[in-house]
């Protein structure tokens, strides 16, 4: 059950997220694009925090490295790539999935497989929330749907 996982939080940090920063440049991720709207690099920051609480989860570990301060794009969407594979290796770990962890955010007992859930769809959020942002900066929206050649 990994791969399908693994193929999930890819598709956020290959699609979602990338697309989201296309042209996005230092200057427009560290400011919020609207009052009391979070910076990109705040979102970004957030999931990067977010993943490392997966993966303590995952690994049965409490121990994750201590979040630092501002980061640039390209050092968050390092450590987003860093986390894709760390998640992608513990993934291949998992013996069973039905197995009840305590949420780290919720601090209740859910099967390993709907605490991943849980994280994949806030990650999703998130990302769409940089789709948003971008367009309260003034920038096109990145997620097109695929051109039909259809009237």
Known sequence: MSQPWTTLFSLNRQVLMA??????TQGQADQPP???VNSITWILTHLVENRRWLLGTLLESDDRPAA????????LEAAMDETQAALAEAFDAVVDWREPRIHPAMQVALPLEQIVGTFLMEEAYHLGQIGTARKLMGMPGAMKA???GRV
Do not use: F, K
């Open 19 to 24: 697309r989201n920063l296309a042209d996005v």
């Open 34 to 36: 609207a009052p009391h």
């Open 146 to 148: 695929p051109e039909t």
């Open 68 to 75: 630092t301060g501002p980061r640039s794009l390209a050092q």
